[in-house]
């Protein structure tokens, strides 16, 4: 089942460690999946890319974050809808004292 929502702007964190990402609104989220990092697969107009999306606590922040970092995909598209699935869960969320440890295990989590 894919889900379709708008690109919202983040904070670009990711895009400063090498990983941007497309951020959207959680919504109701989740109410269908936990916490974590998942496979995932997105679609942005005609074309399909893996992904690595992350549901969970922002780390600098209240609330919650969903965002999809999107294998070989680069360009800023705010405002423009695309759809998502989750394909299978990775790991939990976890805290990292710094953005290079995070980094390293994006790196990992993408190869899986």
Sequence with gaps: MYIRRKVQKGTGTGRKIGFPTL???????????????????????????????YFGPRLTQRGKVLEVYVIGFNKRIYGEFVSFRVLKKIRKPKAFTDLEKLKKQIEKDIII
């Design 23 to 53: 951020n959207f609104n959680v919504g109701r989220f989740g109410e269908q999946f936990d916490e974590g990092v998942y496979d995932s697969e997105v679609k942005i107009g005609k074309s399909v890319y893996k992904g690595s999306l």
